[in-house]
């Protein structure tokens, strides 16, 4: 007599198979059941100062839109007026055998990196300086590095 190809493990599968389809089923006819006809979509409004109602906006409320009043884009700096791009600060520190070192701003207190290349005058630690900001790869560079 030959053994059964059906094992318990096999007939567990299948019951838990058949029990996860039955449930679906009568979850589905649940549904079906709780439905309240006429209940669709619902509908949500916005009106005219940007709040959600459940009311349609009144159309006298409506606004007006020139479409060439709209800008598109980055607006220009033109009401800013231009920043000095000359500033002074104190060298706070400053190698010279390694040719590098940084100036502390006067005005905002920020540290730029500067380097020999960058150096009109020879400066030291606690110089006064006058110096331009350039963008570097790690930040703000101070370039024309001049004493004061």
Do not use: C, W
């Amino acid at each position: 007599m030959a053994k059964s190809q059906q094992t318990f493990n096999k007939n567990e599968k299948e019951k838990k198979r058949l029990k996860k389809r039955e449930d679906k089923r009568k979850k589905k006819e649940a549904k079906k059941e709780a439905k309240i006809p006429g209940q669709g979509i619902q509908f949500v409004y916005v009106d005219h100062n940007g709040n959600f109602t459940d009311t349609p906006p009144d159309p006298t409320m409506k606004v007006q839109v020139d479409a060439e009043s709209i800008v598109i884009g980055i607006p220009k700096k033109e009401d800013m007026e231009p920043e000095d791009p000359v500033r002074n600060g104190k060298v706070s520190f400053f190698d010279t055998s390694k040719g590098f070192g940084f100036i502390i701003d006067s005005e905002n207190q920020e540290k730029y990196f500067t380097h020999v290349s960058g150096l009109i005058d020879e400066i030291a630690e606690n110089d006064k300086v006058s110096f331009e900001l350039e963008k570097g790869l790690k930040g703000m560079n101070a370039v024309k590095v001049q004493k004061i």
